[in-house]
């Protein structure tokens, strides 16, 4: 029995369309997360493969994820790391 290669897949489980399909899952104006910006100091709206989003910062080395905590004295909300990182970002917008 031979082998033949090709440079185009043989087998295909459903419809998984191209790697260009990723986007249509993400807002509008998302980018990849290559070209976010990491030393500003500015929270981004970043998103995981599977679309969901969170505010998040970058942080030594990994993107924090970002909570409202509020204060229980006047009422006031601060926005803080909460010491859990993204685990694969792959897209970010400014929100």
């Given amino acids: 029995m031979s082998l033949k290669f090709s440079n185009t897949p043989q087998l295909?489980?459903?419809n998984q369309g191209t790697a260009s399909d990723?986007?249509?899952r993400?807002?509008?104006?998302?980018?990849?997360?290559?070209?976010a910006p990491?030393?500003?100091g500015?929270?981004?709206w970043v998103m995981q493969a599977n679309g969901q989003g969170d505010w998040a910062l970058h942080h030594n080395g990994a993107w924090q994820k970002l909570e409202p905590f509020?204060?229980?004295k006047d009422g006031s909300v601060q926005w803080r790391m909460c010491g859990e990182s993204i685990?694969?970002?792959v897209a970010w917008r400014p929100k």
């Fill in 26 to 35: 993400f807002p509008a104006g998302s980018q990849p997360i290559a070209t």
């Fill in 70 to 72: 509020k204060d229980w």
């Fill in 87 to 89: 685990p694969h970002p």
């Fill in 42 to 44: 500015t929270p981004v």
């Fill in 12 to 14: 295909q489980y459903g």
């Fill in 38 to 40: 990491e030393r500003s």
């Fill in 22 to 24: 990723i986007w249509q």
